[in-house]
C-alpha cells in the first residue's frame, strides 16, 4: 500500500505541479473525511479505512484533490480550486470518480444505511 501511495503521490504532484518533496501522506483512521491536508506539517492525511478500497484513478483524484488545496494555499472550494481541478479533469470525470468514491465510502462504513 505504501508503494502504491508514494507512486501515485509523485504523479499526482507532478499533474497539478506542486514540488515540495517534504511532503509527506499518512493512513489515519477518520471519522468524517476521505482525506486532509495540513499546510502546518505538510501531511495529507488519508482515511485508511476507505482508502483501501478505491482503485489508482480514485486515489490519484483524491491527492490531487488535497494537492490543489495546497497549492492554491486554501482549504476552500472557491473558484481557484475549480478551475485547476477543471484543467486536469472534466466535469463528467469529477462526478464519475467522485460517484465511486462515495460508493467506497459506503462500502466501508460499519453502519449499513
Do not use: C
Amino acid at each position: 500500500m505504501k508503494q502504491r501511495i508514494e507512486k501515485l503521490l509523485h504523479e499526482a504532484m507532478k499533474l497539478v505541479g506542486v514540488e515540495d518533496n517534504t511532503l509527506r501522506v499518512v493512513l489515519f483512521p477518520m471519522k468524517h473525511k476521505i482525506a486532509s491536508i495540513s499546510f502546518r506539517t505538510k501531511i495529507i492525511r488519508l482515511n485508511k479505512n476507505i482508502i483501501q478500497n478505491l482503485d489508482d484513478e480514485a486515489l490519484r483524484y483524491v491527492l490531487i484533490h488535497e494537492l490543489i488545496h495546497y497549492k492554491t494555499k486554501s482549504v476552500q472550494h472557491d473558484t481557484r480550486f475549480w478551475e485547476e481541478l477543471g484543467k486536469l479533469y472534466s466535469k463528467e470525470e469529477i462526478l464519475e470518480i467522485e460517484k465511486r468514491i462515495i460508493n467506497s465510502v459506503y462500502t466501508s462504513s460499519k453502519h449499513p444505511l
